[in-house]
C-alpha cells in the first residue's frame, strides 16, 4: 500500500518521541536493578556472607576421650577401648524407616534394638548423629562402610567405650558410667554442652561419678562444610578435645582382689587403710556385680537380679552401710573415760553379769559376769559391765565428743556415692530428733556401741588408725589426678594422751594375742605381723525378758536377717602400725567366729602384699587355712585382663 | 512513496550485507554468551558436561540462525509475519494437546530432533506481527477503538494459551512485549491508563479470587507470590529459593568469592543454579563488579537497539528493532529482579546466560530480525 511522506514523517516523530520514552524507562529500571545489586552486595554483603558461612558451616563437636582410672601401681582399673557404631542423622534421611529396615538387613538387629533406634530418633533433635546401632563387630561396621553411599544419614564411627579390666572387684568404689538420661539433664546443672550428645557417657556412681569433672576432659570442635542436604563435605579445622584427667587411687588392686574373693559368699564390708597416709589400700563389699554390664546396657532380668537380691550388691556397704559397732565402740568410752580421769587403767570393775540402772537390768554378754575386771581385761574379754561404769561415770557428751575426735559421726570426704555419716549421738541429738530427754539407760547403750550409735566400716577403719597412730588420720582414695599428687591424710596429732592410747592398745593386743582375749583364736603368730584388734558383736534385735530367761537364742537358730552383725576392727603390725582394718558381716553372728577370721587374712595379705604366709598362722590351724585360701578366686595381678568376671 | 520504491538501490546486496550488519550487537551478544559459559562452567563443578559444551553448540548455531535471518530482506520478513504468527499460535495449541509436561508445567512439543518451546517463539512473532500491523495501519487510525481492539485480540491469544500451560512468565512478557510496541505505534495514552487501571483491578480480583472456586491462578503461582512479599516466611520451604538467592548475591560482597568459589551454588544451596538463577551464582562468585559488568553488556545491547530502531526510517524495521529489544529488556529485567527479590519467581531465564536451547536460540532469531531491519534500512 501506499503512504504519503508525510504520513512516515509524522509516524516517525511518534516512534522516535515514544521510543524515548520506552528507551528512557528502560534505562531507569536497569538503574533500579543496578541500585537494588549495589545494596545487597555492597550495603549488606557482610551480612549476607555471614548467612552463607552458617549454611555452609556446621560445628560438629568431638567428644574427648574419658580419664583412666588406675590404682596405686598403676594398674588400669578404668579404660576406653574402641567401640564400632553406627549413627543416624535423622535430618538427611527422608524415609528412616526404609534406611533401618536396610540397615538390619545388613548387621544383625533385635526388633527390641529397631525400636530403641526408633525411640531415639524420636527424642532426639533432627540434627544431630544419633547411634542405632553399637558395640557392632568390624565385619559389621564394614558392611555398612561399604554400603553408606545407599544409606543416606548413616556414618559409620568409632568411638570410645568404658571398661573395666578388673570387673567386679572395683564395682563400689568406682562405679560405673553410663549414657545422659533425661533425669540426669533436669538434675545436674551443667552447661557443658558434651552432655547433649546422645549417649555420651558420663559417671553415674562411684568415682566415675564423683570425680566426673576431672574425668570428663574438654570437648573439641570440627568445622565442616556441609552441602545444601547437610552431608558432610570437607573437613575445615578442628579443635582437638581434651582428654580427660587420669586419676590414680590409692587401692592396690592385689589387696583388692584378694579382700573381695576373702568377703565372697558373705553379705560383708572391709576397709584397709595406711595409717600413716590414710591411704585406702582395699575397700571391699560383697556381693558386688560387674560393672561393664551397665556400660552395656544391663538386661531388665540381670537388674532385676541385682535388686532383689537379699545381700544388695549394688549397695557399697563399706562407705554407705552404717551398723551399731558394739563392742569395737569401747575403746572410744575408754578414751574418753582415761582423759576425763573418771578411772585409771589398773582401777578395777565388778562385773555381776549385769548391771541395774534406773531399775532396768543391763546385761553382760557373759551371763556369769567377769568378776573384777581392769581397763587391759575389759577389752581382752570385752566386758559389757565395766563400760557401764565409764558411761554413767563421764557421761554421752564425752563419749560423743571423743568419738568424733576419732571420726566417728563426721562424713569422710571420699569421691564414693552416698558416703555415710553415721551417727554419734548426744543429749541435744536425741531432743531434736526423737523428742524426748537422754536417759541414763541410751548412755550405758551407746558405750558398748549399741543404741543410737551407727558407724560405716570406713569410719570404723578410720577410728582404729587414729587410735593405733594418734593422729587424726583422714582417709584419702584419689593419689593423684593428672600426676599431681593429692596431699596425703597422715594428719595432725589427736592430742590424746600417748600413755593412755598405749594402755588402750594394749587392750587390743590383748584381744587378738593373749589367752583369754575373744579375739585369740585368730592370732598372728608371726612376731613381725603381729595384729592388735577388737572384736564386736551388734545386736539388730531387742532380747526380751522372756528370752533372756528361757536362755538367749543362738545366732544359727536365728533367720538370717535377726542375726547379730559380725565386726571385727585391728590394726598390724601391733609395735609398729602400718594398716588398719574394719570388717563387718552382715548378720554374720560373732565377731569373733565371723569377721575376725576374716579381718586377720586380710591383715596378713595387706602386710605382705600378697597371699597371707600359712607361717603366720598358728600351726593347728595351718592345715584348714591352707585349704581355705587356695578356694579363693584370684587373678594373677599381672595379667592386664580378668580372665572371668566374678560377681 | 514506498520505501520499496526509492531504497532498493542503496540497500547492500549479496554478501556484502555481512559488513553492514549491527557488529557491536553481535560482538556484545558473544560476550554475554561467554559470560554464560564461564558460568555453565563453574555450576558444574569445573567441567565443560553437562552445560556449557551443549550450550556452546547451540550458541554456535543459533549465531548462524541469526546470520542467516539477517541475509533476509526485511519486507519478506514483514510479508510473513501474519503467517509466522499464526504459525506459533497453532504450535501453542500443539502444545496444548500434544504436549510434554516438565517441571510441574506443559510447555514443549518434542519434534523428534528437539524440544521446541512455542511460547517462546511465539514473543518473537508477536513482536513481528504487531509491527507489520502498524506498518499497516495508518497514523490517523491507530487510536481508534476497533483498530485498538485487534492488537488487544492478536496479543491476547498467546497470552490465555501460555497462561494455560501455566506460564506466568511467558504470558506477562507478551503482554508487556505487545503491550511496548502497541506504546511504539503510538497508541493513545489514555488506553495505557485504561489499562494499568485495569491491571490493578485484575491483581486485586487474583487476591480475592484465592481459596475460592473461581480462582484465578494456580496454587503453586500463589505460594510463589507469597514467598515474593515475605520469604522469611518460609525459610526451608518455598520461600528458600529467593533467601538463598539473596545470601548468594549479597555474599558476594564487592569483588565477589572467586571464579568457582561460591559456596552457595557450589554446595547446592542455590536452586535451579544453571537456568534462572545463574545470576546468582555469577553475583556470589564475581561480585558486585561482575553483576554490575554483565549488567552493563546487557544496557549496551539496548542501547545500540534502540538507537538502531531509531534512526531506522522504516516503520516495521523500526517498531521490529525496539519491539525486540524491550523483549530481550524484559528478560534480563524480570530475571533480575526476581533473583533480587524485587519481583516473584516466575520462571524467566536470564538471556543468552541461563542454560537453555529454545530460549537461546530464539533470541539469536530475534536480533537476526533486527539486523536484518539494520542492514536493509533505507539509506
Redesign the interface.
Known sequence: ???S?K??E???A???R???V??GG??A??A???L???H???D??D???L???E??INIRLLPPARGQIFDRNGLLIAGNEQNYRVTMVRDEVDDPEEVLRAISRLIPMTDEDLDHAREELRKRSRLVPVTIADRLSWEDLSQVAVNAPALPGISPEVGLSRSYPRGADYAHIVGYVGPVSDYDLSRIDDKDPLLLIPKFQIGKTGSENKLERQLRGKAGTKRV?????GRV?RELGRDESQKGANVQLTIDTRLQNFVQARLAGESAAAVVIDVRTGDLVSIGSAPAFDPNMFVRGISVKDYGDLTGNKYRPLANKAVQGTYPPGSTFKMVTALAALEAGEITPDETVYCGGYTEVASRRFHCWKRGGHGKVNLRNSLKQSCDVYYYDLAQRVGVEKISAMARRLGLGERHDVPMSAVAGGLMPTKAWKKENRGNDWVIGDSLNASIGQGFVLASPLQLAVMTARIATGRAVSPRLVKSVDGVETPEGGGEPLGIDEEMLRQVRGGMFAVANETGGTGAATRIVDKELRMSGKTGTSQVRNISKAERARGVFRNADLPWERRDHALYVGFAPSDAPKYAVAVVVEHGGGGSTAAAPIARDIMLAAQTDGVPPLSAYPSSQRGRISSSLKKLKLWDPDQPEAPDSQA | MSYLEYNVKSVPSGLSKVLYLNWPIVVLLTAIASVGFLMLYSVAGGSMTPWAEPQMKRFAIGVFLMLCVAMIPVWFLRNVAGVAYALSVLLLLAVEFFGSTGMGAQRWIDLGFMRLQPSELTKITLIMFLAAYYDWVGVKRISRPIWVLIPVVIIALPMYLTLRQPDLGTSLLLAFGGGGVMFLAGVHWAYFAAVIGAGAGLVSAVFKSRGTEWQLLKDYQYRRIDTFIDPASDPLGAGYHITQSKIALGSGGWTGRGYMQGTQSRLNFLPEKHTDFIFTTLAEEFGFIGGISLLSLYVMVLVFCVVSGLSNKDRFASLLTMGIGLTFFLFFAVNMSMVMGLAPVVGVPLPMVSYGGSAMIVLLLAFGLMQSAHVHRPR
Do not use: H, K, W
Not at chain 1, 225 to 229: K, L, S
Open positions: 500500500m501506499r503512504r511522506p504520513d512516515t509524522e509516524s516517525a511518534i516512534i522516535s515514544r521510543g524515548l520506552l528507551g528502560m534505562a529500571f536497569a533500579v536493578l543496578g537494588r545489586m549495589r545487597l552486595q555492597v549488606q554483603a551480612q549476607f556472607r548467612l552463607a558461612e549454611n555452609r562444610e556441609v552441602n545444601a542436604i563435605m
